[in-house]
Every structure is written in C-alpha cells, then in structure tokens.
C-alpha cells in the first residue's frame, strides 16, 4: 500500500470531516460534543500527514507496512468511533476509542524500531 497515496485520501478526508464539523455541526450538537468531534479531525488529520512523512523515511520495509496499517486503522477506530459518537451521543462507541489510541501508538513504535533498524545499513558517509 503506497503511504503518500493513502495519506492524500486521509488528508481530504480529514479536511472533510474538519470542514463538515466546522460547518455542518456548529448549530445541530452541543458544544461537548463538537469538542469530541475535533479530537477526531485533529487525531486524524495529524496521522494523515504522518501516513505522508512514512513515504520519505529510511525505514524498513516492514516497520512502512506496520506503521501505515497501524495509522490507517488508529484512524478509522479512534477518530472514526469520535466521529460516530458526537454525531450520535452514543456513549458506549467510547469503548472502540482506545483501541485506536493503541494504534496509533504501535504505528509510532514501529517507525522508531524501522528507523533504527535501518541504521545499521545507511551509508558511511551518512549521520
């Protein structure tokens, strides 16, 4: 999966949903949860333009794929159940949140582990 591609379709999306809240939502939710429903662009937009920047690290191969699914999917679970739930004020969606805190937080791991291990092979005249 090529990250600049997917991190461009994250990115619109994510302008999207920004613009839609900024917009579309102001009158129809309480202020709590457009509050909620910012997290979520916010989150989102922040690991679209991580998805971008995978592109041009030295990373592993392996850490690329684990650190772009893992965005993708901290985007789809944490900003995506924000999203539902400011629009639905359903409380239990909560639940799903965490699971996309968590991968996101495995994407970060595995660009820190893919950039260390890459280390080892750049050239010696590189830092």
Known sequence: MNSTRLGAV???LGVAAGAFGAHGLRSR????????FET???YHLVHAL???VLAALPLTPRS???????FLT?????????????LTNEKSLGAITPFGGTAFL????AVAVGAKQNR??????GP
């Open 10 to 12: 994250m990115a619109f």
């Open 29 to 36: 939710v309480d202020a709590a949860l457009l509050v909620v």
């Open 40 to 42: 979520g662009v916010r």
């Open 50 to 52: 991580a998805l971008l």
């Open 64 to 70: 690329m794929r684990v650190a772009t699914w893992a």
């Open 74 to 86: 901290g985007i789809v679970l944490f900003s995506g159940s924000l999203y539902v739930l400011a």
């Open 106 to 109: 495995i994407g970060w791991i």
């Open 120 to 125: 080892g092979r750049a050239s010696p005249s």
